[in-house]
């Protein structure tokens, strides 16, 4: 042991107090960062799909991933895989707009799997089926095996210094309801 102090929270469990940008990345302790989401927050499913969307609008997925988690733990069991799914599809815009391609494409994908069982009842208004077609369009783009979507193409991705494609998470945001975007 190094000697180093762990940061806890109230209760003494292990937290990292480090600020975070955007995306959930770490920036140095005193630098200006993006408020973290409270954890363990139980809201209504449509308060869930409300303050996602506004995150993810916000090119913020990581903290969208979070309120997703929140109501995989927290709802009834029969919608416990649609929020996961939800939950994995924000970690791979997120991994995407980070520059880890095969983590994004692998967590879309994983994601898109997970709600294929609520395609048809579109439950509290999500627009299941339009957020297969994107998670997967979107890990074709980002894929690093340089396959890209149908047609090769990696359209709306910029590549990282090393040569990973790399998204704008804001731009590339999902509608989570058909026809619905935060502020219309």
């Known amino acids: 042991m190094d000697g180093t102090r762990r940061d806890r929270d109230e209760e003494g469990r292990a937290r990292n107090a480090r600020p975070r940008d955007g995306l959930g990345r770490p920036l140095p302790y005193g630098a200006p960062g993006v408020e973290r989401q409270p954890e363990g927050v139980v809201r209504s499913p449509d308060e869930t799909v409300r303050e996602a969307q506004r995150l ?28 996961r ?26 994601g898109a799997a997970a709600v294929e069982g609520f395609r048809a009842s579109d439950p509290h208004g999500i627009g299941v089926d339009g957020l297969i077609g994107w998670a997967r369009e ?43 975007r935060a502020g219309n």
């Open 138 to 180: 979107l890990a074709g783009r980002v894929e690093p095996s340089g396959t890209g979507g149908v047609d090769g193409s990696a359209a709306h991705a910029e590549e990282d210094a090393g040569g990973a494609p790399v998204v704008d998470a804001a731009e590339e945001a999902p509608w989570l309801r058909r026809g619905d």
């Open 85 to 110: 799914g939800l939950a994995q599809m924000a970690v791979g815009l997120t991994h995407a707009a980070r520059g880890n391609a095969a983590g994004g494409a692998r967590l879309l994908r994983r």
């Open 56 to 83: 993810l609008d916000g090119g913020m997925p990581f903290h969208a991933h979070e309120v997703f988690e929140d109501a995989w733990k927290s709802g009834p069991d029969a919608e416990r895989e649609l929020w």
